[in-house]
């Protein structure tokens, strides 16, 4: 059931990564190292591959968006479980596992192809 149309979740690209990457002053844990460098690190690579995703808000439109999905996909997977793979679970988990799991949802509920300003949809 993919609903969500890639405008709307390029949207929600540039701002889940702006929002990552501010996570460790807004949420408290900008004294772990490992969690604030992974925050900054996913936020940082979600918006550079949203840059390059051939979208609506993509700049140089040079990946696919099924590739740009399947980055999200795995991308929030290994950031969910980052907190356990970096050891920082102790002291900090829940705001990588919620953003992680918001990136998995998203590479499933979101069109595969973009929709051109004339209303026809890109050719895959």
């Known amino acids: 059931m993919r609903f969500l149309p890639t405008r709307v979740h390029g949207v929600i690209d540039y701002l889940w990564g702006i ?6 002053w807004l949420f408290g844990f900008a004294d772990v190292a490992a969690a604030t460098w992974v925050a900054i690190v996913f936020g940082v690579g979600a918006i550079l591959y949203s840059v390059v995703t051939a979208y609506e808000l993509g700049l140089l439109k040079i990946l696919p968006m099924p590739m740009h999905l399947i980055l999200d996909g795995l991308g929030g997977a290994v950031l969910a479980a980052s907190p356990f793979l970096f050891g920082f679970a102790d002291r900090v988990l829940w705001p990588h596992v919620l953003f992680g799991l918001f990136s998995v949802v998203a590479c ?3 069109r595969f192809e973009p929709i051109l300003t004339t209303g026809h949809r890109e050719p895959a």
């Open 108 to 110: 499933f509920v979101t």
């Open 19 to 24: 929002a990552l990457m501010a996570s460790p």
